[in-house]
């Protein structure tokens, strides 16, 4: 959204920027005006572009110090009948604070737009980081939220373990099962690890077929506690297709954080080793 704000204020001042050419190459020399109209279609022009990519309020100072300057050129232009009595001379000073002010409203209505989007725009990036099937967050948060604890562990002397959870044979299982079937594979398993974790642990669906839990306060043996439950509950629960029953397995590697480990890919790449043994 707010690239597409800049878009449309991009677009209002390249038509301000279409209608100074225009005036200043075309409409000027057409009626045979002089050099200072030149000047003054040219601050007109400057301080639009103040008002819209500054502040209304800019734009308006900044009129007020160009009408004290042209008024006080008119006053002795005209004394001196050195310029036409014309009442073109006098418009400008109509003219300078009513462009600033309509390209000063159009930019706060282009802020208010933008605002408003905010909002929006960080719900749908939260959205895009948010698994839409378990309702998990994503590998980016994954990544972002273990740097985190694996630094929390360090500088307060605490412990953290990291569950991996692989449903096994995957490709195989896509390939005999329905979309209905495997997907209802993923909500059960994201309730099954809900069930069997505290508010505090950090679930995460890092990739199709694995799932990934930050155990903060948890060493070694807690963690194989919490797999051993999980692998538990996983035997004992069946999920029902459109015909049979669909029975899944899972390997789960659970590894204590050692603070060797630099990284949460290292920390990561480490677990998964442990994922491998599993039987």
Excluded at 23 to 48: A, E, G, H, M, R
Excluded at 101 to 117: D, S
Excluded at 167 to 184: D, G, P
Excluded at 196 to 216: E, G, Q, W
């Amino acid at each position: 959204m707010k690239q597409h704000i800049i878009k449309l204020n991009n677009v209002i001042i390249i038509l301000l920027t279409v209608i100074y050419l225009t005036v200043l190459t075309i409409i000027i020399p057409s009626i045979n005006y002089n050099f200072f109209d030149y000047v003054i279609v040219t601050l007109v022009y400057f301080s639009s572009l103040v008002s819209l990519l500054i502040s209304l309020t800019t734009g308006l100072i900044l009129s007020l110090i160009f009408l004290i300057f042209i008024g006080g050129f008119i006053s002795f232009e005209y004394f001196n009948s050195l310029l036409k009595k014309d009442f073109i001379n006098y418009t400008y000073i109509i003219l300078l604070p009513i462009v600033s002010i309509i390209t000063g409203v159009v930019r706060n209505k282009l802020k208010t737009i933008e605002n408003l989007a905010i909002p929006i725009e960080q719900e749908r990036k939260e959205l895009i980081r948010i698994d839409n099937i378990t309702g998990f967050r994503n590998s980016k948060d994954f990544y972002l939220n273990l740097d985190e604890e694996m630094k929390r562990a360090i500088r307060y002397k605490h412990v953290v373990s990291l569950l991996l959870v692989k449903i096994s044979h995957f490709e195989e299982f896509s390939a005999m099962h329905s979309e209905t079937s495997v997907i209802n594979t993923f909500i059960s398993l994201s309730k099954a690890i809900e069930n069997i974790t505290r508010n505090v642990d950090k679930p995460y669906r890092i990739k199709s077929d694995i799932f990934a839990v930050i155990l903060p306060n948890t060493n070694q043996e807690g963690a194989n506690i919490v797999k051993k439950r999980l692998t538990e509950v996983v035997q004992k629960n069946n999920i029902i297709g459109n015909v049979n029953e669909i029975n899944f397995e899972i390997k789960v590697g659970a590894l204590e954080y050692d603070k060797q480990l630099e990284n949460s890919i290292l920390y990561k790449k480490a677990c998964e080793k442990e994922l491998e043994y599993d039987n």
